[in-house]
């Protein structure tokens, strides 16, 4: 069965969206299905969760950039983790200029659809991270996947980029991707506050005036996520009884269930 795709977006930086991406991932996998991580960001977040240094990072061959630029086939740009069902494209820096180097006139949203159609089958799902920019990357995620999840903080800068993350997300199903399921928004770093909680019932009015919901779990603020990054470990053998590994499992959970509703 084809693999479905998910990309997790925010034009805004530090809204836990690598985060997120990692624990979908390696919480898909340890539910048993076969996965890839892909990295589009030049910041290469995700790959450091694999890779111990960035002289490590700098000489990886073949990358995501490679992939998008067609000087690689996507086989060689796979990297195997050391978590079971679990593989990796990594990224380079090189994809800072992205916008650059596809200088098509056409076609150049359609780069990672095409070059994901050989591997789909090899998978289950397939989780894209993306850069906070809007560039090449972001586009071609969301042309390629079938579903996206929309990361945000529950203060008042993550409410200004909800409203623009969900237009462009809207303008890319309306153009160029007509199938493109937004699955959610996910709240991150949430604190039992005042504020927290007001601003959290705003997001979902802005989500609920798109026809679009906010996960039931939000991700409470945490060390845990941190931990993982610098010990190379999965959430859910590290710390699997955090309150952060408790909230990723429900989200994994809800994901799984909303997808194989869309499926029927």
Do not use: W
């Not at 399921?181 to 506050?193: A, E, F, Q, S």
């Amino acid at each position: 069965m084809k693999a479905n795709i998910i990309t997790v977006v925010n034009k805004k930086g530090g809204v836990g969206k690598t985060a997120t991406a990692q624990a979908i991932g390696t919480g898909i996998a340890h539910s048993g299905y076969k996965t890839l991580l892909i990295d589009l960001d030049a910041q290469r977040d995700l790959t450091s969760y694999f890779y111990g240094s960035k002289q490590e990072m700098d000489q990886i061959d073949h990358t995501s950039f490679e992939l998008l630029t067609k000087d690689a086939e996507p086989a060689q740009t796979i990297k195997h983790t050391e978590f079971e069902k679990l593989d990796l494209i990594p990224a380079s820096k090189a994809l800072a200029f992205i916008d650059k180097e596809l200088n098509a006139p056409v076609g150049n949203e359609e780069r990672l659809r095409e070059a994901l159609e050989p591997i789909c089958n090899d998978y289950d799902f397939i989780v894209i991270d993306t850069p906070r920019i809007m560039d090449l990357c972001t586009t071609n995620a969301l042309v390629a996947c079938d579903n996206v999840i929309l990361t945000a903080e529950a203060d008042e800068a993550s409410i200004d980029a909800i409203e623009d993350t969900l237009q462009m997300i809207l303008t890319i199903k309306k153009y160029r991707n007509n199938k493109l399921n937004v699955l959610g928004v996910l709240i991150t770093r949430y604190k039992n506050t005042s504020i927290h909680k007001r601003n959290l019932e705003i997001i979902k009015d802005i989500a609920n005036s798109c026809g679009i919901s906010v996960f039931n779990t939000p991700i409470r603020e945490g060390t845990a996520l941190q931990e993982v990054r610098s010990m190379k470990a999965s959430l859910y053998a590290y710390a699997p009884k955090s309150h952060i590994c408790e909230d990723y499992t429900a989200l994994v959970n809800e994901i799984e269930n909303l997808i194989s509703n869309v499926i029927r």
